[in-house]
């Protein structure tokens, strides 16, 4: 079982940067993939970015790629989610997921691949 606990959100202008971060507990947090996911208004939760349970491999949505980085400290049961040159269109909820299976070298994007979700955290970005 993993519990997952996201920060960092907040009000930033476009352009600006935010760092997320998800505090897992959970003895078995560093076998995991771990992703983010975002929801905003009205829309449909989509993938945004992923680490392997190494950090050996990542993945990125076409809209963040070269923008936001994905990284995580095992020894600090913590995946983040650096954000930067945000846009608008980025204002979202943010969530983050731990993947159900153990030490897979994928970084997965898709929803049904991940079991643990947090609550998420609120992202806007004002023009």
């Known amino acids: 079982q993993v519990q997952l606990v996201e920060s960092g959100g907040g009000l930033v202008q476009a352009g600006g940067s935010l760092r997320l971060s998800c505090a897992a507990s959970?003895?078995?947090?560093?076998?995991?993939?771990m992703g983010w996911f975002r929801q905003g208004p009205g829309k449909e939760r989509e993938f945004v970015a992923s680490?392997?349970?190494?950090?050996?491999?990542?993945d990125y949505a076409d809209s963040v790629k070269g923008r936001f980085t994905i990284s995580r400290d095992n020894a600090k049961n913590t995946v983040y989610l650096q954000m930067n040159s945000l846009k608008p269109e980025d204002t979202a909820v943010y969530y983050c997921?731990?993947?159900?299976?153990?030490?897979?070298?994928?970084?997965?994007?898709?929803?049904?691949?991940?079991?643990?979700w947090g609550r998420g955290t609120q992202v806007t970005v004002s023009s």
């Open positions: 959970g003895r078995t947090f560093s076998s995991h993939s």
């Open positions: 997921a731990a993947d159900r299976s153990y030490y897979s070298d994928v970084a997965e994007r898709h929803v049904l691949s991940y079991a643990y």
């Open positions: 680490i392997s349970w190494s950090g050996g491999s990542t």
